[in-house]
Each structure stands twice: as structure tokens, then as C-alpha cells.
């Protein structure tokens, strides 16, 4: 029973009730992206915060969102980072496509399929920050701040590379 | 074949003293003043390059002028209007972008030339900044007068573009920065014993707030961050080094230096390492931080000194200790360590792998736990591949597996990646999760294979 509970968890598809703890979750995870010193902004919808990365001296851009509200699987407290590297108007990508990206391995991460409400497919790259042991007010120092650094900064790296190399010079964000 | 003689153009025969000097001129929307701010400008050895009307104004007309000054190394554009201020610029090219050209040299050009407009443009991917003087009267008295104020504008921002220091402990080039009393004190100090302030950085973020000096005498940059809590003085260094290499490079810096941090980043294939010592605002004095930068030279000395260090192993294998401290029940297949979990409430079993492998990147170490949800010599249709890629998860995610040399079939996994300093508590969860999942979607893929995984 408590296994079925934690997987249950694991996965998100179904709609979840809000949590009392996520405004908590959400002061906190802001407090740790302020240690960090990188710049970034409340996205449009609020849900998450996102950061703007200059690649090949500005020629190219790569956005990064950070998911405002937690994930919760088990006792833990997580929020993913992820980048659309690929967009495809109203079709999935082909299966040739899927093969070749899905079967990337990076040193953590994995990619994965987005449909949006317009029906629009992306393909996304993700990383997930296990923020349980976060302080409620962050240190530059911190180690949990300067992973949550370094994993923005590879979400963005992999994100820039991999669009570059479905997309060309067509830079998606 | 017939040779014909080449006719020869009437101007080149023509005595030299019927050529009219101002011919440029001729047709021009030009004022009388114009004309006489012109010819005491041709007087002054300043040459026309060019002379047209511009079409494009709007109210009355105008005239652009374009001139070399009398040593032939300044270019100066004119622009005369008719109904409006005329304009006198001279430009410069700079390393800015546009916006950051206006952000550098914008505040600090009005405070010291009021009478000067800082006009930037980009043309082909370069930046010019233009110092600009606005004249309602363009008689030849205020267009000598202006001339001569661009001329010290330019000038000015030459010395700025170029990090010449303003006049010794003038801090206006640090406005822009929330500089506590000890840290001007510091800046004061450091340009009275040669440091040239090279670039003062003033974005909103903490991080990108820093001065970037020139020692005296030196081919290296130091770098000053700036918050109301602390000062942080930092040198990089960059190394062919592997990361690892780096990494164990930098290792007794902290024993060897106490007070100063090292860290390596890979800034895209290029390993850099930087040195930093950190001074709390009570501790930003003069003195201190004079010793910091020399401190930070000697941490960059050794650096460069220290024999390239064989490339350090990964961290072996932490979560395995880990797990082995744990009491949980596994075998050890060599590179993987192999869980069997028994769910009695599906009463189905499912197998969880732990990667001995630890993949690095900056400060992150992890090592993968994994479960196999499809495993078959059958390639996963498109459909499959579309839906189960499109499953969300809070933790972790799905990676397709094509056949290679060790494995013949088709594979997805589950994984998580896991630091590898995750207390034993937290690897327990994280196997739970992995291996419930990893059944959960093998039973969704293949309900009729039975319970293979």
C-alpha cells in the first residue's frame, strides 16, 4: 500500500489538490535561485521562474524554467528544471526523431514529450532538484544552492546543444 | 587591328585654377551662416569628404557634411538643418553592445559634458558611440566651440572604453554600485597604488556587480564583486586540465591559502579555475585586501605550478557504500548493483540497478538508479514511444535504450539520478520509487508478458 502511494506520487498526470506547504516550497526554492545570482523572472502564468542563457557570445538564446510548485513523491520535495529543444507545429515528432533523442543519455536528465492545450508538440529536456533539505533562507555558499546553479547551467547546456543539432540555426527557445 | 586613342576626360585637362573648391556645395539647402561656419572650417585645414542633402527631414531641410580633421585622423559629421538644431558628432567605436554602450558611457559622459549627447549605433555588428553637440545658432564661432567639446568627449570616452582610470579618487565610474563606505575606501586605495579600473559591471543581480582592475605591471585581470555584505576578489586561471584534473589541482588550495576557495568550471569544453577570497565589509580595508589579491597570486602561482595531477578517479562509487551500510539485500553484477523488490500488495517483483559510475558536472556528482520497464528484441512503436515518453514524473525520468554490443533488445528504463552523497534513508526512497515505477510501467507497456522485469 505505502508503495502504490509513493509511485502514485512519482507520477503526475492526474490533477493535484493544492498543497498548504507549496507557498512555503515556492519562498524557499526563490530564496535559493536569489543565492545563486543568476537573473530571472516570475514567467507570465506564475508557475514558474524563469532564466534566460546567452550561448555563442549571444548568438544564440536558451530559456530555462524552473517549476514553481513542488513535486512531492514520497517525504521528498523536488522541482524540475527543463528547456524545449525541439517544436513541432501539430504533429509529434517523427518516429525516426523520437528515437534519436529519446535514447540520448546525458550524466542526469532525460528527455521527454510535451502537448500543449493548442495542441502544439514539443520535445523537452528535464532535471529534477531535490530541494527536501532546502533552508528557508539561502546562502550563496550552500551546497543545495550551488547545485541548483550548476543544474540550471547543464539543463541549459544540454537544451542549446541539442537544439542546435535538430534545429540549426532556427534557435528555439 | 586599328588602335583608337583614349579620349581623356575634360576635368583632368582642365587648369587647375578653374576648379571651384566648393563645387560640393553648390545646391545645397545650406543657411548663410552654414556657409560661413563651412569656410572657416576648410580655413581651420579641416577637408569635406562628403556633402549631401538628406532627403529624410521632415520639417525644412538639411545638409550632412563629413570632414577630416587637419591631421586627417579624426572623421566629424555636420548635419545642418534649416528649421531645426543643427549637430555636430564625432564617434568612436566600441566593444559594447548598444544598449551596454549606452548603460557604460551614458551617465558618466552627461555628468562630465552636459552640453554632449550620447548618440550609440551598431552597423555590421560593431558599435559606435557618437558625441554629439546640438546648436540652435550653427554660426562658425559655436561650431569651433563645438567641435572642440566633441573632441574632449571623445576623448573621455576613449579613456573609459579603454580602462583609463578617472582622476585618482574620483568613484563616479563606481555610481552605479551599492558601495559601502570601507569598499570606496578599498577603491581609492587600490587606484592610489597603480590599479586601473578596467570595466565597472552594474547589473541588478548580485553576481554580475563587479569592477574588473588592472594591476600595476601585470597581464592578469582581478575581479571585484560587490554586495553591501562582503567583498569577493577573485583570479581564474585557465587550464587544458580535465575536469577531474582541475578539480584535483585546486585540492590544497584551502590547507595551503586558508580563507580562499577554489572552484572549477567547464565553460563549455574550456576548464577554468577560479581562486576567491571572500572580506566581510568589517574586514574591507585597504590593507586586507591589498594582501587577499597578493594572496591570490600566490594560489594562482601554485596553481600553475603544481604538476598536472594524473586524472583524478571519480569519487568511487559513494552509493554503493552507501548501500552496502544499509542492510538491503543486493548483488554485485560489476558495474551495477542489482536489488530484487518484492511488492506484495501487486504481489509482483521488480528489479532496481544502481550504476557504479559517478558522471560529474561542476559541483553535481551522481550515480544513476534504474529500472527496466521494456525490454524486447521488438523496436517500441511510434505510439508507444509518443505515449509513455509524454508520462510526467516528480523525480527522474525515462531514457530509450537501442541495441549495442552488450545487449540485444530494446530497452526504456527508469531512472533517477542520485547524488552521491544521499544519506542511506534517501537511497532507500529513491529505490523505492525507481523499482514501483519501473513495474508500474512495465505492467502498462506489456500487461499480456507477465512480470518479466
Known amino acids: 500500500m505505502i508503495l502504490t502511494l509513493l509511485c502514485a506520487a512519482l507520477m503526475i498526470g492526474s490533477p493535484q489538490t493544492p498543497r498548504p506547504d507549496d507557498d512555503a516550497a515556492k519562498a524557499r526554492l526563490k530564496s535559493a535561485l536569489d543565492a545563486t545570482g543568476l537573473k530571472y523572472e516570475a514567467s507570465a502564468s506564475g508557475l514558474s521562474f524563469t532564466l534566460m542563457f546567452d550561448h555563442e557570445g549571444g548568438k544564440r538564446k536558451q530559456k530555462i524554467y524552473l517549476a514553481v510548485k513542488p513535486g512531492t513523491p514520497s517525504s521528498l520535495k523536488t522541482h524540475m528544471i527543463y528547456t524545449t529543444v525541439w517544436l513541432g507545429k501539430d504533429a509529434p515528432p517523427d518516429e525516426a526523431l523520437m528515437r534519436k533523442i529519446l535514447g540520448r543519455t546525458k550524466k542526469l536528465g532525460s528527455f521527454y514529450l510535451f502537448k500543449d492545450a493548442k495542441g502544439i508538440w514539443v520535445i523537452r529536456f528535464r532535471v529534477h532538484f531535490d530541494a527536501t533539505n532546502l533552508k528557508e533562507t539561502s546562502a550563496s555558499d550552500d551546497n543545495l544552492v550551488i547545485n541548483l546553479k550548476d543544474m540550471i547551467y547543464f539543463v541549459s547546456q544540454v537544451g542549446d546543444e541539442t537544439d542546435k543539432d535538430l534545429n540549426g540555426d532556427n534557435d528555439i527557445r | 587591328m586599328m588602335l583608337l586613342p583614349i579620349p581623356i576626360p575634360i576635368a583632368l585637362i582642365c587648369p587647375a585654377y578653374l576648379i571651384d573648391d566648393d563645387a560640393d556645395l553648390k545646391g545645397m539647402p545650406l543657411a548663410?551662416?552654414?556657409?560661413?561656419?563651412?569656410?572657416?572650417?576648410?580655413?581651420?585645414?579641416?577637408?569635406?569628404?562628403?556633402?549631401?542633402?538628406?532627403d529624410l527631414t521632415i520639417i525644412g531641410s538639411a545638409t550632412e557634411v563629413d570632414l577630416l580633421s587637419p591631421d586627417g585622423k579624426e572623421k566629424i559629421s555636420l548635419k545642418f538643418n534649416t528649421e531645426d538644431d543643427s549637430t555636430v558628432d564625432?564617434?568612436?567605436?566600441?566593444?559594447?553592445?548598444?544598449?551596454?554602450?549606452?548603460?557604460?558611457?551614458?551617465?558618466?559622459?552627461?555628468?562630465?559634458?552636459?552640453?554632449?549627447?550620447?548618440?550609440?549605433?551598431?552597423?555590421?555588428?560593431?558599435?559606435?558611440?557618437?558625441?554629439?553637440?546640438?546648436?540652435?545658432?550653427?554660426?562658425?564661432?559655436?561650431?569651433?566651440?563645438?567641435?572642440?567639446?566633441?573632441?574632449?568627449?571623445?576623448?573621455?570616452?576613449?579613456?573609459?572604453?579603454?580602462?583609463?582610470?578617472?582622476?585618482?579618487?574620483?568613484?563616479?565610474?563606481?555610481?552605479?554600485?551599492?558601495?559601502?563606505?570601507?569598499?570606496?575606501?578599498?577603491?581609492?586605495?587600490?587606484?592610489?597604488?597603480?590599479?586601473?579600473?578596467?570595466?565597472?559591471?552594474?547589473?541588478p543581480n548580485e553576481e554580475q556587480r563587479y569592477v574588473t582592475l588592472d594591476p600595476p605591471g601585470?597581464?592578469?585581470?582581478?575581479?571585484?564583486?560587490?554586495?553591501?555584505?562582503?567583498?569577493?576578489?577573485?583570479?581564474?586561471?585557465?587550464?587544458?586540465?580535465?575536469?577531474?584534473?582541475?578539480?584535483?589541482?585546486?585540492?590544497?588550495?584551502?590547507?595551503?591559502?586558508?580563507?580562499?576557495?577554489?572552484?572549477?568550471?567547464?565553460?563549455?569544453?574550456?576548464?577554468?579555475?577560479?581562486?576567491?577570497?571572500?572580506?566581510?565589509?568589517?574586514?574591507?580595508?585597504?590593507?586586507?585586501?591589498?594582501?587577499?589579491?597578493?594572496?591570490?597570486?600566490?594560489?594562482?602561482?601554485?596553481?600553475?605550478?603544481?604538476?598536472?595531477?594524473?586524472?583524478?578517479?571519480?569519487?568511487?562509487?559513494?552509493?554503493?557504500?552507501?548501500?552496502?551500510?544499509?542492510?538491503?539485500?543486493?548483488?554485485?553484477?560489476?558495474?551495477?548493483?542489482?536489488?530484487?523488490?518484492?511488492?506484495?500488495?501487486?504481489?509482483?517483483?521488480?528489479?532496481?540497478?544502481?550504476?557504479?559510475?559517478?558522471?560529474?558536472?561542476?559541483?553535481?556528482?551522481?550515480?544513476?538508479?534504474?529500472?527496466?520497464?521494456?525490454?524486447?528484441?521488438?523496436?517500441?512503436?511510434?505510439?508507444?514511444?509518443?505515449?509513455?515518453?509524454?508520462?510526467?514524473?516528480?523525480?527522474?525520468?525515462?531514457?530509450?535504450?537501442?541495441?549495442?554490443?552488450?545487449?540485444?533488445?530494446?530497452?526504456?528504463?527508469?531512472?533517477?539520478?542520485?547524488?552521491?552523497?544521499?544519506?542511506?534513508?534517501?537511497?532507500?526512497?529513491?529505490?523505492?520509487?525507481?523499482?514501483?515505477?519501473?513495474?508500474?510501467?512495465?505492467?502498462?507497456?506489456?500487461?499480456?508478458?507477465?512480470?518479466?522485469?
Open chain 2, 218 to 453: 601585470s597581464d592578469f585581470k582581478v575581479f571585484v564583486y560587490v554586495s553591501p555584505r562582503r567583498m569577493r576578489l577573485q583570479r581564474s586561471l585557465d587550464v587544458t586540465d580535465t575536469e577531474n584534473q582541475a578539480t584535483a589541482r585546486t585540492r590544497p588550495i584551502p590547507e595551503k591559502f586558508p580563507g580562499m576557495t577554489a572552484r572549477v568550471y567547464d565553460l563549455l569544453g574550456r576548464i577554468s579555475i577560479t581562486l576567491e577570497v571572500a572580506l566581510s565589509d568589517s574586514e574591507t580595508t585597504p590593507t586586507r585586501t591589498l594582501d587577499a589579491i597578493a594572496a591570490l597570486g600566490r594560489g594562482i602561482a601554485f596553481l600553475k605550478d603544481a604538476p598536472l595531477p594524473p586524472p583524478a578517479p571519480a569519487p568511487t562509487d559513494p552509493v554503493g557504500k552507501t548501500l552496502q551500510a544499509s542492510k538491503l539485500i543486493y548483488t554485485d553484477i560489476g558495474n551495477f548493483y542489482k536489488l530484487k523488490f518484492d511488492n506484495s500488495n501487486t504481489k509482483r517483483s521488480q528489479y532496481a540497478y544502481v550504476r557504479k559510475d559517478v558522471y560529474s558536472y561542476n559541483s553535481l556528482n551522481v550515480q544513476e538508479i534504474y529500472s527496466l520497464c521494456y525490454d524486447s528484441p521488438d523496436a517500441p512503436s511510434a505510439a508507444l514511444l509518443e505515449k509513455t515518453f509524454q508520462k510526467g514524473f516528480s523525480l527522474g525520468g525515462l531514457v530509450l535504450e537501442a541495441p549495442s554490443e552488450t545487449q540485444k533488445n530494446w530497452r526504456i528504463r527508469f531512472k533517477i539520478d542520485a547524488p552521491t552523497d544521499l544519506p542511506q534513508a534517501t537511497l532507500k526512497t529513491y529505490l523505492q520509487l525507481v523499482q514501483g515505477t519501473g513495474d508500474e510501467i512495465e505492467k502498462e507497456l506489456t500487461p499480456d508478458k507477465g512480470d518479466i522485469l
Open chain 2, 32 to 54: 548663410s551662416i552654414h556657409k560661413e561656419a563651412l569656410a572657416a572650417l576648410k580655413k581651420a585645414g579641416y577637408k569635406r569628404t562628403r556633402v549631401e542633402e538628406n
Open chain 2, 90 to 203: 564625432r564617434e568612436i567605436l566600441v566593444p559594447e553592445t548598444k544598449a551596454a554602450a549606452y548603460a557604460r558611457y551614458g551617465s558618466q559622459l552627461k555628468a562630465k559634458f552636459p552640453n554632449v549627447v550620447l548618440v550609440c549605433y551598431a552597423v555590421n555588428g560593431k558599435t559606435y558611440a557618437v558625441a554629439r553637440v546640438e546648436l540652435s545658432e550653427a554660426s562658425p564661432k559655436n561650431v569651433m566651440e563645438a567641435l572642440a567639446e566633441t573632441k574632449r568627449a571623445i576623448a573621455f570616452l576613449e579613456q573609459t572604453r579603454d580602462g583609463v582610470s578617472a582622476p585618482k579618487g574620483d568613484l563616479s565610474d563606481l555610481e552605479a554600485l551599492p558601495l559601502t563606505a570601507n569598499q570606496k575606501a578599498v577603491f581609492v586605495a587600490l587606484e592610489k597604488s597603480g590599479y586601473r579600473r578596467v570595466r565597472v559591471t552594474a547589473e
